[in-house]
């Protein structure tokens, strides 16, 4: 079998090619980032007039998962144009040149669709109320998809792991300052529903391998606060949590508008796969034992130094 990620070099794209490298045969798509990763890559712009094709034909792969995004909340504020071309453009052109070849596509949305002013859980029925570029151009974006291809996965996700960087994820961002014991702030008012992002790459595997289509809510199946994910991350790795500091989002002075309330209801998905969703501890723990068998620096190993 043959597995094209786009946006391999992001946070989920590295992790879902990790895992999934001895199972599938990976081809990753990556901008110039990886130069000796273990998996192949074809070096692209995928905003290259034509290429999506190019590599479909070229490739052939049978299932295409697009990892491809904008995802950063405050570039999207300040570059809308660019957003509209990776968070909707692109994924409407994937899910129609996927279509036409009869390549079975799961596309990456998100969590942020929702305005957050919910009690309680959001399910797929509820309609979505985005309030920045961001999440406006991913609700296009799952539109589009399903729209061109309406036997396409869109997986609304929320994940956190290991990165390229080391400091794309929210984990990371807690990790790295309580490794060198600097004080930070937890949002108490931000509520989320984080999953392992290996976690979510299996768990994707199994939705196309199941033969599911249409939007599904991919979410750790625990609701906590930022706050309370910091904490988490400290008593796991035996660290201070003394050093968060609790505070409203509202005082954070970020650029893009946050939602409050990110709770997901996974009902749908754990219904449809006949199995519960990977809890949260589980992943805590994984994301633990990565850190002590150097999971991290085997994943930087790959990018150009
Ligand atoms: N992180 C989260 O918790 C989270 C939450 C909700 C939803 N999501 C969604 O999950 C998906 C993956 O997110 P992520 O956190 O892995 O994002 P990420 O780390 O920012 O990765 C984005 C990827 O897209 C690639 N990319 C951007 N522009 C490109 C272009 N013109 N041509 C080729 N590749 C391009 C990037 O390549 P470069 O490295 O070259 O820039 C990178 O590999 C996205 O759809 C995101 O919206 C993520």
């Not at 036997?151 to 984990?171: D, E, M, P, Q």
């Not at 529903?193 to 976690?199: A, Q, R, Y």
């Not at 988490?232 to 035996?238: V, Y």
């Amino acid at each position: 079998m043959k597995l094209l990620l786009t946006g391999v070099s992001g946070l989920l794209g590295i992790n879902f090619a990790q895992e999934m490298m001895n199972e599938f045969e990976i081809i990753g798509v990556d901008r110039g980032k990886l130069v000796s990763a273990p998996f192949k890559i074809l070096k692209h712009d995928l905003l290259e007039a034509g290429i999506v094709e190019t590599i479909l034909d070229k490739v052939r792969p049978d299932w295409v998962v697009n990892c491809a995004a904008l995802a950063d909340l405050d570039l999207c504020e300040n570059d809308p144009e660019l957003a509209k071309l990776l968070n909707t453009n692109l994924p409407r052109q994937i899910a129609r040149a996927c279509k036409e070849r009869e390549i079975t596509l799961a596309h990456i949305s998100t969590d942020a669709v929702f305005d957050g002013q919910k009690d309680g859980f959001y399910g797929e029925d509820d309609s979505p109320s985005p309030i920045g570029v961001y999440a406006r151009t991913k609700l296009d974006g799952e539109w589009a998809v399903l729209t061109e291809n309406p036997k396409a996965i869109v997986a609304r996700v929320n994940f956190y792991g290991w990165s390229l960087s080391g400091r794309r994820s929210l984990a990371e961002f807690f990790y790295n300052n309580l490794s060198h014991s600097k004080s930070m702030s937890g949002f108490t008012d931000v509520i989320f529903c984080p999953m392992l992002v290996n976690d979510t790459a299996r768990t994707i595997v199994k939705m196309l391998d199941r033969g599911l289509k249409g939007l599904y809510h991919l979410v750790g199946p625990q609701a906590m606060s930022k706050y309370q994910f910091g904490v988490e991350i400290a008593r796991r790795f035996n660290m201070s949590e003394s050093d968060i500091t609790p505070k409203s989002v509202n005082f954070a002075g970020l650029i893009a508008k946050r939602s409050n309330n990110l709770w997901l209801s996974t009902r749908k998905l754990s219904t449809d796969l006949g199995e519960d969703l990977p809890n949260f501890s589980t992943g805590l723990d994984e994301f633990y034992t990565q850190y002590e068998q150097s999971y991290p620096q085997k994943i930087r190993s790959y990018q150009q130094r």
